[in-house]
C-alpha cells in the first residue's frame, strides 16, 4: 500500500516525519498463524460478506468492503483509534499486498489488541489475534527507535475469501492533526470517518483531490464522514505521488485548554516556532567543532570553498544513523554529540553542518521536505513532512551563477538549498526528488513554505561523442566519451560508486544491450567518480556484430546509436486504457549527442541528408545527418524543459515522444558505388 495511511500516529512521523502504511507487503515473518480456537467472526463482518462487493476492473486483485474509523479525543489530549477494515480477496496476487496488517506503537502508543478473520468462500470462519502477532522495529533505516509495528497476517489470503480486521490504539500526541485517507489503490464499497471531541475542542477539517463534504453531526460532539463507491486509484508509470491524488481529508484538532494549544498548529509560521523550540539549544559549537571546521577550511581560499569543504565532510564522514527515541522524532541530538558520535539522522547531519558553517560566519536554517513532489499542500500547515535538509545563506560576495539550488528569500535573501544526508550530489544541487516540491523554512521568525529550485536542463547535462567505424559485413566499432553534469552525473555516481569496480562494467553492459546487438564492450573507464563538484566521465569501447543490417546488397544503418529511454512511450501510455494522471519526470535533462560513423569503403549513403525538429510546450527534439567524405555526421539533441505535464497536456506529450521514437528508430540505407 502506499505510505498514505488510515491512521497514522504523530510518533510514528519519526526521524523523516514518514507515516506508517497499515497494510504491508510481504514480510520476512513465520507461516500463516493457526486458527485460534474460537474462530467465529462478528456480525458486522459476516453481514459485509453477505453483501454487495464494489464495481471493479476486471484486474482488481481485491475489493474493501469496509474502512471505518472511530477516533475519539480525551480532554487530557489522549487520542483512542479505533479501525475496522474488511475486504475480498478476489485474485491470488493480493496475498503480496493484502496479507497482513501492522500497527505503530511506542512509549507513548498503545495498542490494546489486534485480531483478524477469514470468511472462507465455503463458509468457514478462521481467527488470528494478539497472541500470533509479530512484533518487529518500525523501519529500515531507523537503527534504533522505541517505535515497532505489531504485524498480524491473515489465515487463507485466498480469493473469494473475505478478510476483516480491527485495532484499538490509543496515544499521547506530540501534535494535534490527523489525516483520513479514504481512498486505495482498489475500489472501496464504504469509508467512514467517526470523530469524537471534548465539549469546548473545535476541529478544523480540509479535503484534497475531492470535494468538500460536510459531517453528519450526532450530538455536540460527534461528527461522521462517510462515502460509498470510491474508485481505486489505478497505478501508472511515473505518475504523480500517491498522495497528489488520491483522497484525503487532514483534521486539526484545537482543545480548551490554553496548556495543550502548544500542540496545534494554525500556520507554517506556527510550526517553524514549534520545531525551533525543539531545537534552540542543538547547535552549540564547542572547540572540538571549531578546530576541525578550522582543519578542513584551512587551505580553502574563498567562502564557497570553505563551505563546500565543510558539506563534504558532512557527506562522506558522518554516517548515515539513527537513534530516537520519544521526541527523538522530531528533536535532533545537539551538534556536539553528532560530531562525537560520527553519525545521526537527516536532522542530526543539518544541525552539525549548521553548526560548522556558523564557524565561518555562514548563517543556515532547517528545512523541512517531503521527497515526494506535491505530498505537502500550501493550504494546509501540517507536519506531513518526511525528511530534513538545510538553506545555507549565500554570502553576500559569492557568485552564484554555477549554482542551481539557490532560492532568493525576501526576508533571508539568498539560499542554497543542500541536502547533508545524500553522498553523491554535490553543494549546489539538488537531488532530483527534492526539486520542485515544497520545503518549509524555519527562520528565527517562525516557517515559511517554499517551491524548491528546480534546475535548469543544462545544468542536468548529458553530452556524448563517438567516433565509431562500419564495416562492410555490418560491424560497428569504436569508441564513445560521455560527460555528465548535475542529476546524470549524482545517477552515474550512485551506480557505479556503490558497487565493486570489477563489477562496473556489467551497468554499462545492461545499458548498451538495449541498443547494440551482439556487443562486446572491450574497455570502459570512469573519470572523476569521487569528485562531486567536478563532471562525471565515462569512455567505453566496443564492438557490435551486425549492427547494420544486410538487405539484398545495401546495408541499413540506424545512425542514433545509443538510444535514450524518455522516447519509449510503451512504459508511459497503455495500449488498452487511457492515462488516469499526469506525468511527472524524474527531472529536466539535456541529452546532446554526436556520433562521428566512417563508412566501409565503396558504399555511399542512398538517401539525402535530414534535419528533424520537434518540440512541444515540454520539451524539445532535434537531430541532423550530413556525409562528409566518408563520414556520416549525426548530430541529435533533447531537452525535457519541465518535470509535471498536466493531464490535459498528455496528447501532445505522446505525440511528441512517438514522433522522436520514430525519428530515433530510422534507418538509412547504404548501397554500393558501383
Not at 489465515?155 to 475469501?161: A, L, R
Not at 492533526?177 to 470517518?193: H, I, L, N, S, Y
Request: proline letters at 6%; hydrophobic letters at 40%; glycine letters at 6%.
Amino acid at each position: 500500500m502506499p505510505r498514505s495511511s488510515s491512521r497514522a500516529s504523530s510518533q510514528a512521523i519519526i526521524s523523516r516525519f514518514l507515516f506508517a502504511a497499515v497494510i504491508l507487503p510481504c514480510l520476512a515473518l513465520p507461516s500463516t498463524a493457526k486458527a485460534a480456537a474460537k474462530d467465529t467472526a462478528p456480525a458486522w463482518l459476516h453481514e459485509l460478506a453477505q453483501g454487495p462487493i464494489p464495481s471493479h476492473d476486471d484486474d482488481a486483485v481485491a475489493v474493501v468492503l469496509l474502512d471505518d474509523t472511530e477516533t475519539t479525543v480525551r480532554d487530557n489530549g489522549d487520542i483512542q483509534t479505533l479501525h475496522r477494515v474488511a475486504f475480498k480477496i478476489l485474485r491470488p496476487e493480493a496475498r503480496q499486498r493484502f496479507g497482513r496488517v501492522a500497527v505503530d506503537f511506542d512509549k507513548d502508543t498503545k495498542v490494546a489488541y489486534v485480531r483478524a478473520w477469514t470468511i472462507t468462500s465455503g463458509g468457514r470462519d478462521l481467527a488470528v489475534s494478539e497472541k500470533d502477532a509479530v512484533e518487529h522495529g518500525f523501519l529500515d533505516d531507523i537503527e534504533y527507535t522505541d517505535t515497532k509495528v505489531k504485524v498480524l497476517s491473515f489465515p487463507e489470503v485466498s480469493p473469494g475469501n473475505v478478510i476483516g480486521y480491527e485495532y484499538l490504539r490509543q496515544e499521547r500526541p506530540y501534535v494535534f492533526e490527523d489525516a483520513w485517507d479514504f481512498q486505495r489503490t482498489v475500489p472501496v464499497k464504504t469509508a467512514r470517518f467517526d470523530l469524537h471531541i471534548p465539549p469546548g475542542w473545535e476541529f478544523t477539517a480540509q479535503w484534497f483531490n475531492h470535494a468538500d463534504q460536510n459531517p453528519q453531526v450526532n450530538g455536540a460532539n460527534e461528527y461522521v464522514w462517510q462515502m460509498n463507491d470510491l474508485p481505486a486509484v489505478r497505478t501508472e508509470p511515473q505518475m504523480p505521488p500517491f498522495q497528489a491524488v488520491a483522497g484525503w481529508m487532514g483534521i486539526k484538532f484545537f482543545p480548551r485548554d490554553p496548556n495543550l494549544r502548544s500542540k496545534s498548529a494554525g500556520s507554517w509560521s506556527d510550526i517553524g516556532l514549534w520545531f525551533n523550540g525543539l531545537t534552540t539549544s542543538s547547535r552549540q559549537s564547542n572547540p572540538a567543532i571549531h578546530q576541525k571546521v578550522m582543519e578542513l577550511t584551512a587551505g580553502a581560499s574563498d567562502p564557497l570553498a570553505k563551505m563546500r569543504a565543510l558539506t563534504e565532510y558532512m557527506q562522506r564522514q558522518i554516517r548515515y544513523f539513527a537513534v530516537e527515541i520519544g521526541i527523538g522524532g522530531y528533536q535532533p541530538h545537539t551538534a556536539a554529540d553528532v560530531f562525537q558520535r560520527q553519525w545521526g539522522d537527516c536532522k542530526d547531519k543539518a544541525t552539525l553542518l549548521s553548526t560548522m558553517l556558523s564557524e565561518i560566519g555562514v548563517e543556515s536554517y532547517y528545512v523541512a521536505v517531503d521527497d515526494f513532489r506535491d505530498g505537502v499542500r500550501p493550504d494546509y500547515p501540517s507536519i506531513r513532512f518526511n525528511h530534513m535538509i538545510l538553506a545555507i545563506r549565500l554570502p553576500a560576495d559569492v557568485d552564484d551563477k554555477s549554482l542551481s539550488s539557490v532560492l532568493n528569500d525576501p526576508k533571508l535573501g539568498k539560499l542554497i538549498i543542500f541536502d547533508p544526508t545524500n553522498t553523491y550530489v554535490p553543494l549546489g544541487y539538488l537531488p532530483s526528488y527534492e526539486q520542485n516540491t515544497y520545503g518549509l523554512v524555519m527562520g528565527v521568525d517562525g516557517g515559511t513554505l517554499v517551491r524548491l529550485p528546480l534546475a535548469s536542463p543544462a545544468s542536468n547535462r548529458l553530452s556524448r561523442t563517438a567516433q565509431l567505424s562500419l564495416s562492410n559485413s555490418g560491424v560497428l566499432s569504436g569508441q564513445v566519451e560521455e560527460v555528465r553534469w548535475g542529476d546524470p552525473a549524482s545517477g552515474g555516481r550512485r551506480e557505479y560508486g556503490g558497487i565493486q569496480p570489477a563489477k562496473r562494467p556489467e551497468i554499462l553492459e545492461n545499458f548498451l544491450q538495449r541498443s547494440l546487438p551482439n556487443f562486446v564492450l572491450s574497455e570502459a573507464n570512469i573519470g572523476d567518480l569521487e569528485q562531486l563538484n567536478s563532471s562525471l566521465k565515462l569512455d567505453y569501447k566496443f564492438v557490435s556484430q551486425g549492427y547494420a543490417r544486410m538487405a539484398g546488397n545495401e546495408l541499413l544503418l540506424r545512425p542514433q546509436v545509443i538510444e535514450d529511454t524518455y522516447a519509449d512511450t510503451r512504459n508511459l501510455f497503455s495500449q488498452e486504457k487511457p492515462r488516469q494522471y499526469g506525468i511527472e519526470f524524474e527531472s529536466t535533462a539535456q541529452q546532446d549527442d554526436v556520433f562521428d560513423i566512417s563508412l566501409p569503403a565503396g558504399y555511399a549513403l542512398e538517401e539525402r541528408p535530414f534535419e528533424t525538429n520537434i518540440s512541444c510546450d515540454f520539451a524539445t527534439y532535434s537531430s541532423k545527418m550530413e556525409v562528409k567524405g566518408n563520414v556520416l555526421h549525426y548530430v541529435r539533441s533533447l531537452q525535457i524543459k519541465d518535470v509535471h505535464v498536466p493531464k490535459e497536456n498528455l496528447a501532445d506529450l505522446k505525440d511528441f515522444l512517438q514522433k522522436v521514437a520514430a525519428s530515433q528508430a530510422m534507418f538509412v540505407a547504404l548501397r554500393p558505388a558501383n
